[in-house]
């Protein structure tokens, strides 16, 4: 079992940034991948990006290549969000997640393999 708790959400005006965290506990922070997902209201919940175990492959929905970046540190169980140049669409609840697996490549996860979840942090954009 792995326990999750974002923080770094705000309201930031258009083409501000935030960088939002992830503390993992429980299971081996190591032995797994993280992502991040989105929820705005009236909307399903979305993938933005997941990171491998070790770091060292990411992936990213398109809507936020170039501008948001993914990483994580072992050391401190802990996984990030670097959200720049924000618009007003990116605003929504921002839950990071588990995927359980020793994968050499970060993957695209649908939110029903999700194998953890955060409670989620509110990123509002403002324009």
């Known amino acids: 079992q792995v326990q999750l708790v974002e923080s770094g959400g705000g309201l930031v005006q258009a083409g501000g940034s935030l960088r939002l965290s992830c503390a993992a506990s429980?299971?081996?922070?190591?032995?797994?991948?993280m992502a991040w997902f989105r929820q705005a209201p009236g909307t399903e919940r979305e993938f933005v990006t997941a990171?491998?175990?070790?770091?060292?492959?990411?992936i990213y929905v398109d809507s936020v290549k170039g501008r948001f970046t993914i990483s994580r540190d072992n050391a401190k169980n802990m996984v990030y969000l670097q959200m720049n140049s924000l618009k007003p669409e990116d605003t929504a609840v921002y839950y990071c997640?588990?995927?359980?697996?020793?994968?050499?490549?970060?993957?695209?996860?649908?939110?029903?393999?999700?194998?953890?979840w955060g409670q989620g942090t509110q990123v509002t954009v403002s324009s």
């Open positions: 997640a588990a995927d359980f697996g020793r994968r050499t490549l970060a993957r695209t996860i649908p939110p029903r393999q999700a194998d953890s």
């Open positions: 990171i491998n175990w070790s770091g060292d492959s990411t």
């Open positions: 429980g299971r081996t922070f190591s032995s797994y991948g």
